[in-house]
């Protein structure tokens, strides 16, 4: 955090960590990307009826406050919400934060993102493709790093590689994963994962079932 900022207060601090149980409950964030706004919509009923307890509107999406805020209505507050492909952190966390965005996640670590999403009360989730932009993002006061692009940039068994320091951040690989990885992902020590267009209905309710079988939850 830079000098002089301030830090979020102790109620921001227990909402922030309160989202980053409910993402590691939920073992994956549906991702939702699009250019038909209320087929999107439908999409993220379907997926969260299926078993999604967090869902992602990305920000190049038609119409994605719309999108999120038509969702946010008729999900209610059983799933979690938030945004993804923040580049602008100033104009982007704002207007997230005003439609009840409880995360925000980015390919990148736009300047000032962790900090002032942090402020807004949103969890920031900025991108690392490298283990040096990893450390640095941790370094910012990210309590949650994004892994992308996860199938090119890394892999399970770079993850679970990566010195004792840097396996303490949490790390949500994302980009080219299928459900069928996932759990490769978080036995190499993932805390969750992105997934986006590999979803569907039938997949997204087996690996909701998993996921909860792994957490000793009946469905």
């Given at each position: 955090?830079?000098?002089?900022?301030?830090?979020?207060?102790?109620?921001e601090?227990?909402?922030?960590e309160w989202?980053l149980?409910?993402?590691?409950?939920?073992?994956?964030?549906?991702?939702?990307?699009?250019?038909?706004?209320?087929?999107?919509v439908?999409?993220?009923?379907e997926?969260?009826?299926?078993?999604?307890?967090?869902?992602?509107v990305?920000?190049d999406?038609?119409?994605?406050?719309?999108?999120?805020?038509?969702l946010?209505?008729?999900?209610?507050?059983?799933?979690l919400m938030?945004?993804?492909?923040?580049?602008h952190a100033e104009?982007?966390l704002?207007?997230?934060?005003?439609?009840?965005a409880?995360?925000?996640?980015?390919?990148?670590?736009p300047?000032?993102?962790?900090?002032?999403?942090?402020?807004?009360?949103?969890?920031?989730?900025p991108?690392?493709?490298?283990?040096n932009?990893?450390?640095?993002?941790?370094?910012?006061?990210?309590?949650?790093?994004k892994?992308?692009?996860?199938?090119t940039?890394?892999?399970?068994?770079?993850?679970?590689?990566?010195p004792?320091?840097?396996?303490?951040?949490?790390?949500?690989?994302?980009?080219?994963?299928?459900?069928?990885?996932?759990e490769?992902w978080?036995?190499?020590?993932?805390?969750?994962?992105?997934?986006?267009?590999?979803?569907?209905?039938?997949?997204?309710?087996?690996?909701?079932?998993?996921m909860?079988?792994?957490?000793?939850?009946?469905?």
């Open positions: 955090m830079k000098v002089g900022a301030t830090s979020p207060g102790r109620g601090q227990v909402s922030l989202t149980e409910r993402i590691k409950r939920a073992g994956f964030i549906a991702i939702l990307r699009g250019q038909e706004p209320t087929e999107l439908q999409r993220g009923v997926l969260a009826d299926a078993g999604a307890r967090a869902l992602e990305t920000l999406s038609t119409d994605a406050s719309w999108v999120f805020q038509m946010r209505g008729q999900l209610g507050e059983e799933v938030g945004v993804g492909t923040v580049m104009t982007a704002r207007s997230a934060a005003e439609w009840g409880e995360f925000a996640l980015s390919p990148i670590q300047e000032g993102m962790v900090e002032l999403a942090h402020d807004l009360g949103v969890l920031a989730v991108g690392a493709s490298t283990a932009e990893l450390w640095n993002a941790h370094l910012s006061g990210a309590m949650l790093v892994l992308y692009p996860a199938v940039s890394w892999s399970p068994e770079m993850m679970a590689g990566l004792d320091p840097m396996r303490l951040v949490n790390m949500l690989p994302t980009g080219g994963i299928t459900p069928d990885d996932v490769r978080l036995d190499a020590g993932a805390f969750a994962c992105g997934l986006g267009s590999s979803l569907t209905v039938q997949n997204t309710d087996i690996l909701s079932s998993r909860l079988e792994r957490r000793g939850v009946l469905r």
